[in-house]
Each structure stands twice: as C-alpha cells, then as structure tokens.
Nanobody, 129 residues
Framework: QVQLVESGGGSVQAGGSLRLSCAASGYSFYSKYYMGWFRQAPGKEREGVAAIDSDGDPSYADSIKGRFTISQDNAKNTLYLQMNSLKPEDTAMYYC??????????????????????WGQGTQVTVSS
C-alpha cells in the first residue's frame, strides 16, 4: 500500500525559503511513478504546483516558475520541493501525490489533482508579509 508523508512546512516571512519533503513507502521510486506537489488554500480549489513524469521530467505551474524546484532522491524514496522567494499568496496546505506509471499521462495532465490516486496528509506553509 502506497503511503506518503510530507514534512518541512512552517511559517516564514516573505522572501524566505522552505524545503518540503515527501517520504514514500509501499513502492520504489525506481518504478517511475508520477509524483507531484499540490496546494490548497482556504476557500480555494486544490491546485498543482510541480510534478515529475515517469521519466523524471518536471512540470511547473506558472505562478511558481523560477521560484520552486521539484526533485527526487530515488535511493531515499523521497520527493522534495525547494521553495524560494516565498510570497504570502503561497500560503496553503501542501500535499504530495503519487500515481503508478501504468496510468499514463502526458505533461498537460501532470498538474491535475484528479490524475493522482495516492495522497499524503499535507504540511502547512504560511508566509507572512
């Protein structure tokens, strides 16, 4: 059974940085799962932030391009999201998601939350001005 556990959230001032981690179990990163980071602010829909396809190629939402970087450590079965130059509008609950490689998807669908079967419990990020 796939389990995803996020960590690394917290409260920072605008312009600061955080690195989120997502520890995965129940499968190996070498299995080339699709992996993604999503966020949801109060009263808003969940939105895709960054994702990696089965070949390891990243995709980013326009709102965070140039500020956030997604990466993975296959040996540690861990997904990361490095967030720099944080803004108050980045405040949200951040979720890690994973989907098996046989549920094929093109780059245009990587950031759709409906494409993912497995979710973590989330980690809160709060950015103050």
């Amino acid at each position: 059974q796939v389990q995803l556990v996020e960590s690394g959230g917290g409260s920072v001032q605008a312009g600061g940085s955080l690195r989120l981690s997502c520890a995965a179990s129940g499968y190996s990163f070498y299995s080339k799962y699709y992996m993604g980071w999503f966020r949801q602010a109060p009263g808003k829909e969940r939105e895709g932030v960054a994702a990696i396809d089965s070949d390891g190629d990243p995709s980013y939402a326009d709102s965070i391009k140039g500020r956030f970087t997604i990466s993975q450590d296959n040996a540690k079965n861990t997904l990361y999201l490095q967030m720099n130059s944080l803004k108050p509008e980045d405040t949200a609950m951040y979720y890690c998601a994973a989907d098996p490689p046989w549920r094929r998807k093109n780059m245009g669908r990587l950031l759709r939350s409906s494409e993912y079967m497995n979710w973590g419990q989330g980690t809160q990020v709060t950015v103050s001005s």
